[in-house]
């Protein structure tokens, strides 16, 4: 079973940075591939980036413009999202996700365990 629990959202200035973090609370999260979801007030669920189950292969939105970072670490059952240089279109409710697939997918539907999400606010 599958556990996600994010943490490390909060209030930042634009052009600052925050690290985003996500604890799966199972046994079997080296079998998942995860990504990091966002979503703004009104919006849909937008791609923000994923990470294959090693950790070897990394895809990113186009929005991001090499301002982000995604990691994991496996012994520490934990999937990470360094940002920096914020701007204030990021701010939203970002949320960790994960896929049994191996494949790099861009799509919700895809992952099939979700976190409750954290709060990401950009002031100007």
């Known amino acids: 079973q599958v556990q996600l629990v994010e943490s490390g959202g909060g209030l930042v200035q634009a052009g600052g940075s925050l690290k985003l973090s996500c604890v799966d609370s199972g046994r079997t999260f080296s079998a998942y591939t995860m990504a990091w979801f966002r979503q703004a007030q009104g919006k849909e669920h937008e791609f923000v980036a994923a990470?294959?189950?090693?950790?070897?292969?990394?895809v990113y939105a186009d929005f991001v413009k090499g301002r982000f970072t995604i990691s994991r670490d496996n012994v520490k059952n934990t999937v990470y999202l360094q940002m920096n240089s914020l701007e204030f279109e990021d701010a939203a409710v970002y949320y960790c996700a994960a896929s049994p697939s191996p494949v790099l997918d861009r799509t919700p539907g895809q992952y099939d365990y979700w976190g409750q999400g954290t709060q990401v606010t950009v002031s100007s």
């Open positions: 990470i294959t189950r090693s950790g070897g292969g990394l």
